[in-house]
């Protein structure tokens, strides 16, 4: 039963992501930890992100904006290696924390960051590549951060959806190789996560159809309210563990 949760968490994860461009690690993060302990989630989910950025990559493939997925890559996917090393060393108690607080305090910097119309360029994109990209290797997701930085840009629906996951695999398939060289990506665990991110990637081809019809205030409210449901949980799974 546990493990069908895992997939129906999965696809509603993956339909959410595949319309506003983040969310699933978000959501489906706590269910894993709960499933499977955080030192073996977090892999899980890596290899799981791989796949579900490649399916909303195969999903808008002609709007990707190449340029600015080597601008952000660059930087982000040997820092993405650096932070994963670091989750390696850290005890399980310290990660369900540290993912907690930061999908909590995710929430208003959003907002702080959405009240000033910022305008981004390529070198830009390289430093925020690099200072991400080390986040995404210790915390689940930095989804909240990622978005606005390609919202900057200028790039909106089908394209910034598409550029954001570009970007995003990289950054994902370097912590994935990390977890794998370090010994934290047995068999077992490589398994999981693909299982999980087959059900991402479905979410994310039924969630096209919708990505024209979503209203922004919606996306805010909905990020927002699976940003702190996430985070609690992640808390309290490390007070009650």
């Known amino acids: 039963m546990g493990f069908l949760f ?3 968490v999965g696809l509603v994860a993956g339909t959410l992501s595949g319309i506003v461009g983040t969310g699933s690690s978000i959501m ?4 894993l930890v709960y499933e499977y302990g955080p030192k073996e989630a977090v892999p899980i989910m890596a290899v799981a992100a791989v796949m579900a950025n490649l399916s909303r990559i195969l999903a808008w493939w002609r709007e990707v904006d190449w340029r600015a997925c080597a601008a952000y890559s660059v930087t982000g996917i040997p820092a993405a290696a650096l932070g994963a090393r670091t989750l390696l060393v850290l005890p399980s108690h310290t990660v369900d924390i540290t993912i907690g607080l930061f999908l909590i305090a995710m929430v208003p910097l959003r907002h702080v960051l959405a009240r ?3 305008k981004a360029n390529l070198w830009h994109l390289a430093l925020g590549g690099a200072v991400i990209g080390f986040l995404t290797g210790i915390v689940v997701s930095t989804g909240p951060l990622s978005v606005p930085l390609f919202l900057f840009y200028g790039l909106s629906k089908g394209a910034f959806l598409a550029t954001e996951a570009a970007s995003s695999l990289g950054l994902y398939v370097s912590k994935s ?10 068999p077992d665990i490589l398994l999981k996560g693909l299982i999980a991110g087959g059900s991402l990637m479905a979410g994310a081809f039924v969630a096209k159809r919708f990505v024209l019809h979503m209203k922004p205030d919606v996306f805010r409210v909905v990020m927002d309210g699976i940003m702190l449901a996430a985070g609690l949980s992640m808390l309290w799974n490390a007070t009650h563990s």
């Open 177 to 186: 190789i990390t977890f794998q060289r370090f010994g934290a990506l047995t």
């Open 6 to 8: 895992v997939l129906a």
């Open 28 to 31: 489906l993060m706590p269910v």
């Open 116 to 118: 000033y119309h910022l």
